[in-house]
Structure formats: C-alpha cells, structure tokens
C-alpha cells in the first residue's frame, strides 16, 4: 500500500508551518501537458492526493522555518546562491513516467549529477549563513517530481501499490524532457493533504 506522506514528515515539518525551500519549477502549462494531464486517471484515485500543475515541484533543498531566520540570513542566502548558479548551465531533465512508491506517485528524473550540484550548493551556503542551525534535508538528493502523495490514515482505504503497477502497465505515456533555467526560492507549507507554497525569488542559472 502506498503510505500517508504527510504522517511521515509532520514530526519535523507541521502543517501550517512555512519553511524555506529551494525548488526546480517548470512553467505549469508544460506540466499539466506533458507530466499531470496524462496520468490524471491513475492518479486521481482513493488514497492518493493529486498535485496540481502549478505546485508539481522538484525539491533541490528543505531549509528551517522561515520565521527562524535572523534578519539578513535569507538575503544573504539568496546572493550568494545566485553568484553561483551564475556560473552553472541550464539542465535538461529527463522525466521518466511516474511509479507508484512507498508514499507518492514519483517521476523519477535523470541526469542526477548536474541537479546534485545545485542541492549541495543550496545546502551548503544555508549551513554557512546559519551555522549549522537546520538539518540537512534531503540527506541524499536525486531529481523526481510527485504527480501525487498517499494520504488515507490507518484506518482508512489506501492506494494499492500492486494495482496502481496494474494500471499503470496499460496506461501509454512517454518520458519527457523538460530544461531547469533556475531555481526558485518559496516559503512552503502543507496542510496534511496539500503542499502550497509562497514565491520569494528566482535565481537563473548561467546561459540561460
């Protein structure tokens, strides 16, 4: 069965609570065509909670609460984040079709290691600027985007991951390429079915 997402990360991030985040986003008319529209009847099903186009989101990094900040901390996070990105091109990700895991409809990207340079300059220069005061979060970072979490409780009916592969067998579709020309820094919160978040800045990566 896939598993309630929100249930595993409120001990560490509760609902209503905005947080920093760093985020691979694409344009949502190129999502709802190329990544939501196709799947919306595998992922639309009991169990699960669809994202829409505009929040489908890659993670690069999960900062602290936005009101632990010292005054300063974000914009100086934010300069030096664009000094070096400035020197980093634009990535062209491939998204694979979308698989059922252990608490989200995830699509898989590829390649990780340009992406990987952006999660571990984001995190280090927040750990610089913070000392240190938030965990590093992900611990290990590799490119998907969810098209939908597990949300039933224990008690509730949730998805079947066995007949989601089902589903998803007979379902056509084909990977998608899509280019990351920035990142994009949102306070970002969630309400135990839902992740919204509110946009703070863009940084574009060098050529773009």
């Given at each position: 069965m896939i598993e309630d997402f929100f249930a595993g990360v409120v001990h560490r991030w509760p609902a209503g609570r905005?947080?920093?985040?760093?985020?691979?986003l694409f344009a949502p008319e190129v999502v709802e065509e190329q990544l939501v529209g196709p799947y919306?009847?595998?992922?639309?099903?009991?169990?699960?909670?669809?994202?829409?186009?505009?929040?489908?989101?890659?993670?690069?990094?999960?900062?602290?609460?936005?009101?632990?900040?010292k005054p300063g901390e974000i914009d100086t996070i934010m300069d030096r984040v664009a000094a070096e990105c400035a020197q980093i091109a634009p990535i062209d990700l491939t998204f694979d079709r979308p698989t059922p895991g252990r608490v989200a409809m995830e699509c898989a990207a590829r390649p990780g290691a340009p992406?990987?340079?952006?999660?571990?300059?984001?995190t280090r220069i927040d750990q610089e600027v913070t000392g240190n005061r938030f965990p590093q979060i992900p611990a290990r970072w590799y490119p998907h985007a969810?098209?939908?979490?597990?949300?039933?409780?224990?008690?509730?009916?949730?998805?079947?991951?066995?007949?989601?592969?089902v589903l998803l067998s007979d379902h056509p579709g084909q990977p998608v390429?899509?280019?990351?020309?920035?990142i994009t820094l949102v306070a970002q919160s969630h309400d135990l079915q839902h992740i919204t978040w509110e946009h703070l800045a863009d940084v574009t990566l060098g050529g773009s």
């Open positions: 905005a947080d920093l985040h760093w985020h691979i919306r009847e595998i992922t639309h099903r009991p169990g699960l909670a669809p994202v829409e186009a505009r929040w489908v989101h890659t993670t690069v990094m999960h900062g602290g609460p936005m009101d632990e900040y992406g990987r340079r952006l999660w571990e300059l984001t969810s098209l939908a979490y597990g949300v039933a409780g224990p008690d509730s009916e949730r998805a079947d991951r066995q007949a989601m592969k390429v899509l280019r990351a020309d920035r």
